[in-house]
């Protein structure tokens, strides 16, 4: 299963989206509701998560679920984020593989890069600890874009290679800053 995800992960094309903080909030908000049968009415969420298997227009959400929509509505506020959702376009890197990630990153208005990353490969995972699945992984030369807020030692990327989006994922990235070319931000 583990390389059947990376398989898939770098097969999927590049975006051309630059990072857009309240399409990305809107999308993990959204991604909650669509997790546990919401059946969506705007043409933005019926082009981004579709109806096929929805079973509420009411779903029910259990703490852990409640606690993210909650902190992903207080950043909405904070950046006062307003999502047209009569668009049918989302710009957002990756979709099909941010579906895929369970611990769903918190986008910040602020930005990191660490351009040139000079390690060894590296695993991107779809989860914030080191048992989790293995999506991607980072290459000599990659640029990784920090665009959420970290998760205990975690933070999740979004990945660069020859000017496009590749991959996105957590990483541990503690005590590895060093291991880059260059930093920004």
Known sequence: MRFILAFVAMSLPASAFAFDSCDDLWFTRNLVFDRVGYCFSSPLGKTTFGNNGCTTREPGLDAQEQDVVAAVIARERELGCHVDTQRTVLHVDLIAMRKIVLDLPLATEFESACIGWRGSPFDLHNAAHKDSHVIGFLQDGDTLDFYHDP???????????????????????????????????
């Open 151 to 185: 998760l205990r030692d975690w933070e999740f990327v979004t990945q660069m290679r020859d000017g496009g989006v590749v991959g996105v994922g957590w990483v541990n990235f503690e005590g590895k800053e060093d291991l880059c070319d260059q930093s920004a931000g």
